[in-house]
């Protein structure tokens, strides 16, 4: 398939030069984020009840363990974006693409790398809602050409020389998702204030995106850590720093994604981790969870080599097994409250909310830095009556992520040039508003 697709891709094209060349965004900026599920997403469906969104928002989560983990034990001979699958992601931004812009909603995933949007004129590609992106229109598109050093960031597999000397990627996805294309430069904004001129991300003509049929996302922004994602190709402009505050499950206004200056959390309460991002392959943020107290008990992961991923992706916390047992048998007898009968899927700790219920205190332990959990961390309230704890087990030997409801209320800093990972526990609606 690869060999057709390129060589129609080939027909396509224009050849032209392009460099990146980021400008320098001085005191950084922010950016709604938009939760998937508010008001204010293009998924919004106030028919949907916490459980129903809860449920599925965890098979979401779980294909994303299974993409994470198979990226991480792929070897290097394999891609690991191969077995990606391009599950949706939480968050939504606003982006506008080209020359004049035209406004777009991408999810935004701190596990990918590549940015990518569907293009006319296209060969092959799923329903959209929104018209496609024509580079014709732009008057600032461009494209990579092959042999230029932005192209060769794709892993060999990934990319061949069209025609006309342009850069062709191809991406694969565990789940027989794809996108295939060029890649090219245009210009990205985020509103207003901030263009990046030439961003560079792949023009989709062959897609297929079999996890989801809604027609309502167009692409995917990548804020990994590998060398072509946003967070890179901003770089030195924004010091490889961004930071988010995320308010809680159910909220009706967008967190904030900060970049640069703007990203960086201050005061007393701020702890940092080491990011332990192993192989240059792969881009994921990486910490290291020693043990987790809860009340007067402490259990240690006996890890010591980045066990967790933190992903904004990810909406509940999946903890590897056996760890996963001892935290929830620790949980309920600290807490001391009968589980109902039939907990409601994914959950495995649910009971009637009542007024004398104590929260136990509960911290992580991250190398170098402690984390003291709140309710809304660890405890949605499902069905107006029901608290359930947002942790489950991960079906994946030696894997564990870190999902987004225990961020909330956190300002989360990821510095990608000093390799650490802050937190700041904050009141995120405050902080969002000013
Ligand atoms: C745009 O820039 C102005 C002045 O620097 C600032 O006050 C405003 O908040 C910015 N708007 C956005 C959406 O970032
Ligand atoms: C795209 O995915 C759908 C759903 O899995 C499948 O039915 C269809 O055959 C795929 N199309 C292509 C061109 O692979
Ligand atoms: C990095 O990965 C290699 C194999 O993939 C492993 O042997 C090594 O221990 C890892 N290093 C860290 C710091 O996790
Ligand atoms: C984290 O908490 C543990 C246990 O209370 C303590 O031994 C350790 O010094 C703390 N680490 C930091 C960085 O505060």
């Known amino acids: 398939m690869n060999a057709l697709v390129f060589f129609i891709l080939a027909l396509y094209s224009v050849f032209s030069i392009s460099i990146i060349e980021a400008s320098k965004i001085e005191s950084g900026f922010s950016i709604d984020l938009i939760h998937r599920d508010s008001a204010m997403s293009p998924y919004y469906n106030p028919s949907m009840s916490t459980l129903d969104l809860l449920k599925n928002a965890d098979s979401r989560s779980s294909s994303r363990l299974k993409r994470f983990s198979l990226s991480l034990l792929s070897n290097e001979n394999e891609s690991p974006e191969s077995f990606i699958i391009p599950n949706n992601g939480d968050f939504l931004i606003r982006i506008y693409i080209g020359t004049p812009p035209v406004e777009r909603f991408a999810i935004v995933d701190t596990g990918s790398d590549l940015t990518w949007v569907q293009c006319s004129p296209c060969a092959s590609c799923f329903h959209q809602d929104t018209p496609l992106y024509v580079s014709s229109k732009s008057s600032t598109f461009t494209k990579v050409p092959c042999h230029s050093q932005s192209c060769t960031l794709l892993p060999p597999n990934q990319h061949a020389c069209g025609k006309s000397q342009q850069c062709l990627y191809s991406l694969f996805y565990g789940d027989k998702s794809f996108t295939l294309g060029e890649l090219v430069f245009d210009s990205i904004s985020f509103g207003s204030n901030v263009t990046i001129p030439k961003s560079m991300f792949g023009c989709g003509y062959y897609n ?63 702890v940092s981790t080491p990011l332990l991002m192993n192989s240059s392959q792969h881009f994921l943020y990486q910490l290291n969870l020693q043990g987790i107290t809860i009340g007067q008990n402490t259990l240690q992961t006996g890890r010591t080599d980045g066990n967790i991923v933190i992903d904004s992706g990810t909406t509940l916390t999946l903890l590897e097994q056996p760890f996963f047992d001892n935290f929830l048998t620790s949980m309920k007898q600290t807490i001391g409250i009968e589980s109902v009968q039939n907990v409601p899927k994914p959950f495995h700790y649910c009971f009637p909310s009542q007024p004398n219920f ?50 909330v209320n956190f300002q989360v800093e990821y510095d990608l040039e000093r390799k650490i990972l802050s937190f700041a526990a904050s009141d995120c609606t405050d902080l969002n508003l000013s």
């Open 208 to 270: 297929n995106f079999t996890a989801d049929t809604s027609g309502k996302p167009v692409g995917i922004v990548g804020l990994g850590a590998g060398p072509l994602s946003l967070i890179s190709q901003l770089g030195d402009s924004i010091g490889r720093k961004f930071s988010y505050c995320l308010l809680p499950f159910n909220s009706k206004s967008a967190s904030k994604l900060k970049f640069g200056n703007q990203a960086i959390i201050k005061g007393d309460s701020v």
């Open 358 to 407: 104590k929260f136990p205190s509960t911290i992580l332990h991250f190398n170098g830095a402690n984390i003291t959990l709140t309710p809304l961390n660890l405890f949605l309230l499902v069905e107006n009556y029901l608290l359930c704890l947002t942790v489950v087990p991960s079906h994946i030997q030696g894997f564990s992520i870190l999902g987004n409801l225990a961020h």
